[in-house]
């Protein structure tokens, strides 16, 4: 198991949950522009991951791609309006590899997280409106 997912693993053990048998943690990158496929999977292997230790996959927002086989998947994601500085370095990234479609870009995580159901994974509603740095949280 990665060392962050055993990090979260274990404070979900100290938070009560102890159902979770193990979590995956994967990091999310939203790219918008006028991008060809070409252009997201250079993305992919020469800025957004290290070919040596990391795996890359790129889908179109229109599709998830995640297996129901999961008890949970939790996707938390700052805020729009909240600084994004890796966000800002992948755009920057994108154009000195020439690829110049790239015109937004985010960041996020996704949990994987097996074991059983507990009411604290239950999706709740958001608040909006309210000026905060505190990440939002989209569950499926």
Same mark, same amino acid.
């Given at each position: ?29 939203? =790219?918008? @522009? ?6 997201? &999977? /250079?993305?992919? !292997?020469?800025?957004?991951?290290? *070919? ?46 020439? =690829?110049? @479609? ?6 996020? &995580? /996704?949990?994987? !997280?097996?074991?059983?159901?507990? *009411? ?21």
């Amino acid at each position: 198991m990665h060392p962050r997912a055993r990090g979260l693993l274990s404070d979900a053990h100290a938070l009560g949950l102890r159902g979770v048998r193990q979590l995956e943690c994967h990091d999310l990158f939203f =790219i918008e @522009g006028q991008v060809t496929n070409t252009d997201l &999977q /250079r993305l992919a !292997v020469e800025l957004l991951s290290d *070919p040596i230790a990391q795996s890359s996959h790129w889908r179109s927002d229109n599709r998830d791609g995640v297996d129901s086989f999961y008890a949970h998947i939790v996707e938390v994601a700052l805020r729009p309006g909240v600084t994004d500085p890796v966000a800002e370095q992948i755009v920057r990234g994108a154009h000195v590899l020439g =690829i110049r @479609g790239v015109e937004r870009a985010a960041t996020g &995580q /996704r949990y994987h !997280v097996h074991g059983g159901r507990h *009411p604290a994974l239950r999706a709740r509603p958001h608040r909006t409106g309210l000026p905060t740095s505190r990440p939002s949280v989209r569950q499926r």
